[in-house]
């Protein structure tokens, strides 16, 4: 009778197992398709090229990022992104035009997506700052592998629903998105939508996946403290797609144009603390963690993201000694 009893506590406690992992992975999916078609980043103002192709050449410097980030880590599934961007200033149609290059890796729950895009910012002025107009043309790759329930013991996907591909699936959209980012003083404003073709695959007869078109704003401004050592820098970001919509509030502080710190706030979501410091001319790394403070913060250690970045002068007419690019 014992051995009964432990067999069906046994048993019990793997079905409970696979009901809470279905439900994890049921959330991510749902949060996915809702709140994170991209991917969330905590680092905006060192990311602004994976939004907004206007942004492209706006430092008139060549300027190349790495950055990865670990979202709530400890919860199966959770998302993971990796990016590479580079963008210059160029003379191609106008004077201060720029162009951009982006790779983007993301991967949460049974989704794997690899995007490279393509940016072109013309550059024009307008009243007493500047304004890049760009271009974002690109492809993305959405790798779905539902056979991962069965690989791990899980049971998590139900392998007899026809609207679902067996395995893995997979295919290639073409992705068209548009942007502007406004400098005047030490004012930056930009605005810009990704997806606006609305690029779809079909893995079946049932089975259908489209990106909806996503908007993003935001804006910084640098305010010259009394203290001439010191730099205070408020900044929003404001992201909507699809019925929802994500919000974030920061307040940095620069210190001597080479070492700063950041708090901030995601609505409803987590308060992130980051810093960074140039290390020597042209190189830059930060650290951003998250603190979840949502309903998900009993099941995670938070978020942590990584940046590292150079730049340099591509045009030098005469002897020119290089300064920290000043804050985005």
């Known amino acids: 009778m014992n051995d009964t009893f432990f067999d069906i506590r046994s048993s019990a406690s793997r079905l409970l197992k696979r009901l809470i992992l279905f439900c994890i992975f049921a959330n991510i999916s749902i949060f996915t398709a809702y709140s994170q078609q991209d ?4 680092l905006n103002k060192f990311n602004q090229l994976t939004v907004n192709p206007g942004f492209a050449g706006s430092s008139g410097l060549i300027n190349m990022s790495m950055l990865n980030r670990s979202q709530w880590v400890g919860f199966p599934g959770a998302p993971t992104t990796s990016v590479f ?54 492809l993305m790759n959405k790798n779905l592998n539902f056979a991962l329930g069965e690989t791990d013991g899980s049971d998590l996907v139900n392998q007899s629903d026809q609207a679902l591909p067996k395995g893995k699936a997979g295919g ?14 030490n004012m930056e404003v930009g605005f810009s939508g990704k997806h606006l073709n609305r690029p779809s695959i079909t893995f079946n007869e049932s089975g259908k ?34 019925g929802s919509w994500q919000a974030d509030a920061n307040i940095t502080i620069q210190y ?11 609505v409803g979501d987590a308060l992130i603390i980051s810093g960074g410091t140039e290390l020597w001319n042209g190189i830059k790394c930060g650290y951003a963690y998250d603190m979840s403070i949502s309903a998900l913060s009993k099941y995670n250690a938070g978020s942590h993201e990584f940046f590292l970045a150079y730049s340099v002068l591509l045009y030098k007419k005469h002897k020119h000694k290089y300064n920290s690019v000043r804050f985005l």
């Not at 730099?231 to 797609?241: E, M, Q, T």
């Not at 001597?256 to 995601?266: D, H, T």
Request: charged letters at 20%.
């Open 39 to 42: 991917p969330q980043f905590s």
């Open 85 to 138: 961007n580079t963008d210059a200033k160029v003379h191609l149609i106008g004077m201060n035009d720029g162009v951009g290059f982006s790779i983007v890796s993301d991967a949460i729950g049974f989704e794997k997506n690899v995007s490279v895009g393509l940016n072109y910012a013309y550059r024009s002025k307008l009243g007493d700052g500047v304004l890049g107009s760009g271009l974002s043309l690109g």
């Open 172 to 185: 290639i959209m073409a992705d068209v998105g548009l942007g502007f980012f406004y400098q005047v003083g």
């Open 209 to 242: 996946y489209t990106l909806t078109r996503s908007y993003y704003l935001n804006g910084s401004y640098m305010i010259h403290l009394a203290d001439e050592r010191f730099d205070a820098i408020p900044s929003l970001f404001y992201k909507r797609d699809r």
């Open 256 to 266: 001597n144009k080479q070492y700063w710190g950041s708090i901030g706030y995601r």
